[in-house]
């Protein structure tokens, strides 16, 4: 279903934010309390300022596809009801300052294609749910303080390119 554009602003051809005059809640009120967003497959908030925590009402938009809110200023950690998005194939989030450990339910991203989480200040190691994300091809952490990239799972995964 499209997004109604009207009174809103394009930029390039895409929906974006006015910088600095969208507060962070409103900009969550519309993208997941919004009952005509739950088919949303699409979702590109790259480089919109946009500050605070990633909600767990994120985990309502099941029908995503890709999810790309990189190059903000999200903080906060990982929600775990982002492995409710089980159509997801691109998961950007790299750029943003958030913390913490990447949540296990991330490894019920099967369809991952794409997920790329570097440049934050996330910790711990990588999870062993990541052996199930076999449609992988490119996994990107560096500049995080995560351990132990060349675990055993890794190696199982025959479709991943690229890892950073």
């Known amino acids: 279903m499209p997004l109604p554009l009207e009174g809103r602003r394009v930029h390039r051809g895409r ?3 006015p910088s600095g005059a969208m507060e962070q809640t409103l900009v969550w009120d519309i993208v997941a309390q919004d009952r005509d967003l739950t088919s949303l497959q699409t979702l590109v908030l790259q480089a919109n300022t946009i500050s605070g925590p990633i909600p767990d009402s994120i985990g309502r938009l099941r029908m995503l596809e890709i999810l790309d809110m990189s190059s903000n200023k999200l903080n906060g950690t990982i929600p775990s009801s982002l492995g409710n ?3 997801l194939n691109n998961l ?3 750029n943003n300052v958030i913390s913490g450990h990447i949540p ?3 490894g019920r991203l099967v369809m991952l294609d794409t997920l790329d989480m570097s ?3 996330l910790t711990g190691t990588i999870l062993s749910s990541f052996g199930h994300l076999k449609n992988l091809n490119y996994l990107g952490l560096q500049n995080n303080a995560i351990c132990n990239k060349t675990t055993s799972f890794i190696i199982s995964m ?3 390119s690229w890892i950073t």
């Open 15 to 17: 929906p974006r934010l």
């Open 92 to 94: 950007a989030l790299q």
């Open 119 to 121: 440049n934050n200040r």
């Open 158 to 160: 025959l479709f991943l």
């Open 85 to 87: 998005l089980k159509n």
């Open 104 to 106: 296990h339910s991330v």
